[in-house]
């Protein structure tokens, strides 16, 4: 099995881990915080000090990041990834990015003989754990399908998108649709029950119509059960509502809706619930109308 590497160890990250360890990939480990290390120490990973001590002896290495500025330091960064790489490694970047920052790392690393994919992934906290991710891939496809054991061993389903860059745009893409159904979900719950409906109900019916989804499903029965337990905290997908804005308008392209609900999730995030789940978005509005909802 190839060696691999593992940078970045958040509630993504760690679930990832978790995953190939259980496979019996020979893995390294960093993370900025030593500390997260030591659970898959225990488990038979190595742990290195520096980004670029990580990646050295990897065939293929993956890193799941915060944000561009994280990306930024650790692959281009005093003792980050490009210091350590070598030709013929194959770089796996699963950060929520602009796919502008995709493009200038493939361009970094071909030049050193390292292969690039940015290869984001749609889940959370629980997909993470269970290896359930859904994964959109941008680069070559014949390095797509080369490193296609290593991705089924984390997710439900693996998608190639087009060249550099792709899987990033997608990546983009499907979080808008994830915020507006949120926003939507959260509308729709206040109107219900400023209209008398028993919010039990009203899910009853959302789970069975033609408009059903599995972010209604689980949101919802969270929402009325009052539980915001952190699976996707709602300052990062502030960071991505802000990556969507700046994505539509390099491209000149239409969101009105999604800047509307940049707008609660900025408002949400200022009334201190940030670091709570996604779904907490919902409590701007609820603060809006007066209500909560709630069983």
Same mark, same amino acid.
């Given at each position: 099995m190839e060696r691999i590497a593992f940078l970045g160890l958040g509630i993504m990250g760690q679930g990832m881990v978790s995953n190939l360890l259980k496979a019996g990939y020979p893995l390294t480990v960093w993370n900025r915080s030593a500390k997260k290390c030591a659970p898959f120490v225990?488990?038979? *990973?190595t742990k290195t000090r520096t980004p670029a001590e990580a990646v050295q002896e990897a065939e293929v290495f993956l890193y799941c990041l915060a944000d561009d500025a994280a990306v930024e330091q650790v692959v281009f960064g005093p003792h980050g990834i490009l210091e350590g790489v070598h030709a013929g490694q194959i770089a796996i970047n699963m950060t929520t990015q602009m796919p502008a920052l995709s493009l200038r790392e493939a361009a970094a690393y071909k030049a050193r003989g390292v292969h690039f994919l940015d290869a984001p992934v749609f889940g959370s906290k629980n997909e993470a754990a269970q290896a359930g991710l859904w994964i959109v891939a941008g680069g070559e496809r014949k390095i797509f399908d080369r490193v296609q054991p290593i991705l089924k061993t984390l997710s439900a389903s693996t998608h190639h998108m087009g060249g550099h860059g792709k899987g990033a745009s997608m990546k983009l893409v499907g979080n808008l649709i994830v915020a507006s159904q949120l926003h939507a979900l959260g509308e !729709?719950?206040?109107? !219900?029950v400023? *209209?008398?409906?028993?919010?039990?109900?009203?899910l009853g019916v959302l789970h069975v119509t033609d408009f059903k989804s599995p972010i209604f499903d689980g949101v919802g029965a969270a929402l009325i059960e009052r539980n915001f337990d952190t699976h996707f905290a709602l300052k990062l997908m502030l960071k991505d509502a802000n990556l969507i804005a700046r994505f539509a308008e390099q491209l000149n392209s239409p969101t009105p809706a999604s800047a509307v609900i940049r707008e609660t999730i900025k408002a949400a995030v200022n009334h201190g619930w940030g670091a709570e789940n996604a779904s907490a978005l919902i409590k701007a509005l609820e603060a809006q109308a007066g209500v909560e909802v709630k069983a």
């Open positions: 225990k488990q038979g *990973a !729709a719950m206040i109107l !219900a400023k *209209a008398g409906l028993n919010p039990r109900d009203v």
